[in-house]
C-alpha cells in the first residue's frame, strides 16, 4: 500500500491541488489494500465452508475493487 500512494503522490497534475491528488490516490490506495486483505478473508471462509461469510466477503471486496477503480478512472480523466 505504502508503494502505490508513494507512486501516487509522485504524479504529475495540474487540473487539481496536491491536496486532492493526495487525497485522492490515498482513497485508491486504501481502497485496494482493503481489496487485498477482504479477499484472503473471503478464501478463507471458503475454506471452511463458511458459505454466507463467503458472500458477504465477496460483496465487500467487490465493492472495494469497484471504488479502487472508479478513483483512479477519476484520476486520470482529471489529468
Same mark, same amino acid.
Given at each position: 500500500? @505504502?508503494?502505490?500512494? &508513494?507512486?501516487?503522490?509522485? &504524479?504529475?497534475?495540474? @487540473?487539481?491541488?496536491?491536496? @486532492?491528488?493526495? #487525497?485522492?490516490?490515498?482513497?485508491?490506495?486504501? #481502497?485496494? =489494500?482493503?481489496?487485498?486483505?477482504?479477499?484472503?478473508? /473471503?478464501?478463507? #471462509?471458503?475454506?471452511?465452508?463458511?458459505?454466507?461469510?463467503? =458472500?458477504?466477503?465477496?460483496?465487500?471486496?467487490?465493492? #472495494? /475493487?469497484?471504488? @479502487?477503480?472508479?478513483?483512479?478512472?477519476?484520476?486520470? &480523466? &482529471?489529468?
Amino acid at each position: 500500500m @505504502a508503494e502505490q500512494l &508513494s507512486r501516487y503522490r509522485n &504524479s504529475d497534475s495540474e @487540473a487539481e491541488p496536491p491536496q @486532492a491528488v493526495d #487525497a485522492e490516490a490515498h482513497s485508491r490506495a486504501v #481502497a485496494e =489494500y482493503l481489496g487485498d486483505m477482504i479477499g484472503q478473508l /473471503e478464501s478463507m #471462509a471458503r475454506v471452511q465452508g463458511l458459505d454466507l461469510l463467503v =458472500y458477504l466477503l465477496s460483496m465487500a471486496r467487490v465493492e #472495494a /475493487e469497484t471504488t @479502487a477503480r472508479d478513483k483512479g478512472s477519476r484520476r486520470r &480523466s &482529471s489529468v
